[in-house]
Nanobody, 121 residues
Framework: QVQLVESGGGSVQAGGSLSLSCTASGSVFSVNDMGWYRQAPGRERELVASMSSSKVANYGDAVKGRFTITRNNARFTVYLQMGALKPDDTGVYYC???????????????WGQGTQVTVSS
């Protein structure tokens, strides 16, 4: 069993910054893609950012140029630095990770419990 534990988030005024982190723990041998999705009330879940184990980053169009994703492979941890925040960035942010329990085996996915980000105007 692998758990993803998120931290960070909170409330900030528009234009401010927040950071999130997410760590995979349990029977983890390796983690491939890690990243973040978000969901606002009445809206579909959307990709915020992802990063491969080789540290290639991918961003959703809505956050390009404002958010930065990084990761520490040794610690199975991914970070999201959010800047120039807008009210539209409000939502629950979910971390995910594709992991393996051993050298061989299929990639499995695990999700964090979600953390609230609220941006006020």
């Amino acid at each position: 069993q692998v758990q993803l534990v998120e931290s960070g988030g909170g409330s900030v005024q528009a234009g401010g910054s927040l950071s999130l982190s997410c760590t995979a723990s349990g029977s983890v041998f390796s983690v491939n893609d890690m990243g973040w999705y978000r969901q606002a009330p009445g809206r579909e879940r959307e990709l915020v950012a992802s990063m491969s184990s080789s540290k290639v980053a991918n961003y959703g169009d809505a956050v390009k140029g404002r958010f930065t994703i990084t990761r520490n492979n040794a610690r199975f941890t991914v970070y999201l630095q959010m800047g120039a925040l807008k009210p539209d960035d409000t939502g629950v942010y979910y971390c995910y990770g594709y992991y393996r329990n051993g050298v061989r085996g299929p990639d499995k996915v695990s999700w964090g419990q979600g953390t609230q980000v609220t941006v006020s105007s």
